[in-house]
């Protein structure tokens, strides 16, 4: 699918033809070349952002020594992340839709940046609320960017390369969360010398610092607010819309009463909380079972996340091909609970190649299903602005996270990993049972081809014959 071939699809040619609830005609749609560059870079910082959430998770073991701090208050830093989003989603939802994509951007940029500063003044074992605040900081930049692929899809993207953009945007994240759990236990190896373990720390501050810099100034330079032209014909109908037409607490109203996205909200919450509640947790699983073994800790979680970027990619193209949301959606779920239950069965055999097998066909579903929440969600919802209901599914996630990553963790030091991984199990097979109650209603998908019928039948001009009425007499 070139771009002229896609230009060529949706010619929208003829801004003078009405379209039935549009306030006036639609605009010219056309694709830009800066789409790609906008996409790549939201995943760039956004991956910058997930480093940030994972990386005292990843060597919790280690940072507990250095601070002096239990597990439970190092859990605790990635759960902060989970905590900020739900009081602030809609406000920065509001901040979107009355400010724009481009606001947006630079602050969760410019939060990203600061919050990997702040952690650079917490290089001695008494200064862990310094951490904590950097950390703080950095979560508030999380709620900037959680929400945003969908948006960023469609806002920038062509009906056709639409799920296959939001699978990039979701990708960045995924990449952060996995050189989060690669990294930190190659730069900070786990040394007795606390000096030496301060060393080690300074440098992955460092580096993380110098990068989110560099993002942020990134996009102050390319990121911009949309495209000269709309890039589809559902998008043409919103901006084609009079704003005091749009009352942000009567979208949320309306989103709250749409049944079918109920259930997804629900639904996203349970798999991506115990996506979360696993990330946190995994150097506790794998060390107990495994001791000493961090580094491949870090590994299996990087096997977790990478297999699910393969599987958030696939599973974009396939939805840009069939859109088969529904179908697509049931069966990622169904197989993360049979990766689940293959996992939790796995990781006490004594046999970490065995782990690394099952931790990838779990991840390649769990993580994989990220981008089709948010997809399936755009086409319910539809025309409510993505960044509102992407936000209420990761509020649903931070809400079920919190609650998983505590309950397990619990769990795991009274009985043992098993009984905590059979817990989060449990969650995803009622995932699954109300994942099969939700209705394909595709509204953004008829929006665009009932536009698509419009433009190729124009309306009956009396000036010339119908077989050359294409507004040129």
Known sequence: RSRAGMVHQEPARAPELAVPGAAAGIPEVRLSRRRWAVVLLFSCYSLCNAFQWIQYGSINNIFMRFYGVSAFAIDWL???????????????AWLLD?????????????????????????LKPDL??????????????????????????????G??????????????????????????????PNVEDVDKLAYHISIMFFITAGVATALFILVVIVFKEKPPHPPSRAQALIQSRPTEEYSYMQSILRLLRNANFLLLMVTYGLNTGCFYALSTLLNRMVIDHYPGEE?????????????????????????????????????????????MIAYTFTLSLGHLWVVFVTAGILGFFMTGYLPLGFEFAAELTYPESEGTSSGL???????????????????????????????LCSFLFLGTIMTAFIKADLRRQRANLDNEQTVSKPPFNPCCPPAVSSGQC
């Open 78 to 92: 990635s759960m902060s992340y989970m905590v900020a989003y739900i009081p602030l989603l809609f406000p920065v």
């Open 98 to 122: 009355k400010r724009g994509l481009r606001l947006i951007a630079l602050a969760g940029a410019a939060l990203n940046a600061l919050g990997a500063w702040v952690k650079l003044g917490s």
């Open 128 to 157: 862990f609320p310094v951490t904590v605040l950097g950390q703080v900081i950095s979560s508030l930049a999380q709620v900037f960017i959680l929400g945003m692929p969908s948006h960023i899809a469609s806002v920038w993207f």
């Open 159 to 188: 009906s056709r390369e639409v799920s296959t953009a939001c699978s990039i945007a979701v990708f960045g994240n995924q990449l952060g969360i996995a050189m989060g759990f690669l990294v930190p236990p190659v730069l900070v």
């Open 295 to 339: 580094v491949n800790a870090g590994r299996i979680g990087l096997t977790i996340v990478l297999s699910g970027m393969v599987g958030a990619l696939i599973s974009g193209i396939w939805l840009d091909r069939t859109k088969t949301y529904k179908q697509t959606t049931l069966v990622v779920y169904i197989m993360s609970l049979v990766g």
């Open 393 to 423: 599914l990761n509020v649903s996630a931070q809400i079920f996270g919190i609650a998983f990553t505590i309950s397990e963790g619990q769990i795991m030091d009274h009985f043992d990993t098993r009984a905590g991984n059979l817990f």
